[in-house]
């Protein structure tokens, strides 16, 4: 089920920074997904964002969009600590949901 | 409130033995999924269901089997056959049947280690 590779693996911020991820996928997409876990938890549904559409917003997170590249970013302004969690980018492929790996991001108080 | 909810949160188990996974909704979402998550992987699809009496297998269906008798209920048996069933499994639904439009909601996940 795997499509997307999340970059950094993981990345390690202060609070009040902003916080970049990055995903690459290789087929072709009718929207991209972007979730996020808290640890032992289960995945709870961010951002999506259309093959046509190239940003989007939702409070503190962006989005874009590049279909040339096969290539995502969520951006998240000013993380707190709570926003301590893996990110997975994920495209759907009909009856399937395929994520990365997911970016562990641990942002410090 | 709607949600999923996946029951044993924790569950062990010896070798050799067979153990059942519950999933519930109360979405009314027509499609469950079944996904395993390893440690520092993504999530691999296992089963999926799109409507009642009907699933199909996904990337790694091997020794795990699903039923889905009612719509809110998409049970997953882990069976002997599983040669490393350590893992964390996370239930999912989607209120379409196709992916391509819609998202999934995901339930908090049972972990099981084979002892």
Redesign the interface.
């Known amino acids: 089920?795997?499509q997307?590779e999340e970059d950094p693996?993981a990345l390690s911020i202060q609070e009040g920074e902003n916080a970049t991820m990055n995903c690459s996928y290789k087929t072709s997409i009718?929207?991209l997904?972007w979730?996020r876990q808290n640890s032992?938890?289960?995945?709870?549904?961010l951002i999506?964002i259309r093959s046509n559409e190239r940003e989007k917003h939702s409070g503190r997170l962006r989005v874009t969009l590049d279909t040339s590249k096969k290539s995502s970013s969520l951006l998240i302004t000013a993380s707190r600590a709570a926003d301590t969690a893996s990110y997975?980018c994920?495209t759907?492929?009909?009856?399937?949901?395929r994520?990365?790996?997911?970016t562990r991001l641990t942002v410090k108080p | 409130d709607g949600g999923?909810t996946?029951s044993p949160k924790y569950l062990f188990r010896k070798e050799g033995q067979n153990v059942t996974l519950s999933c519930e909704q109360n979405l009314n979402h027509d499609?469950m999924?079944w996904?395993r998550q390893d440690p520092?992987?993504?999530?691999?699809?296992i089963y999926?269901s799109?409507i009642v009496n009907d699933f199909?297998k996904?990337?790694i269906a091997e020794g795990y089997s699903v039923s889905r008798e009612k719509k809110e209920s998409f049970p997953l048996t882990v069976t002997s056959a599983q040669k490393n069933p350590t893992a964390?499994y996370?239930c999912?639904s989607s209120i379409k049947?196709?992916?391509?439009?819609?998202?999934?909601?995901?339930?908090?996940?049972s972990?099981l280690t084979v002892l």
């Open positions: 089920s795997q997307g693996q009718n929207n997904q979730y032992g938890r289960g995945l709870v549904h999506l997975f994920a759907p492929n009909n009856n399937d949901m994520f990365g790996a997911g | 999923i996946q499609a999924y996904y520092g992987q993504g999530l691999r699809l999926y799109q199909q996904g990337d964390f996370l999912a049947r196709r992916l391509d439009t819609g998202e999934l909601f995901f339930g908090e996940g972990r």
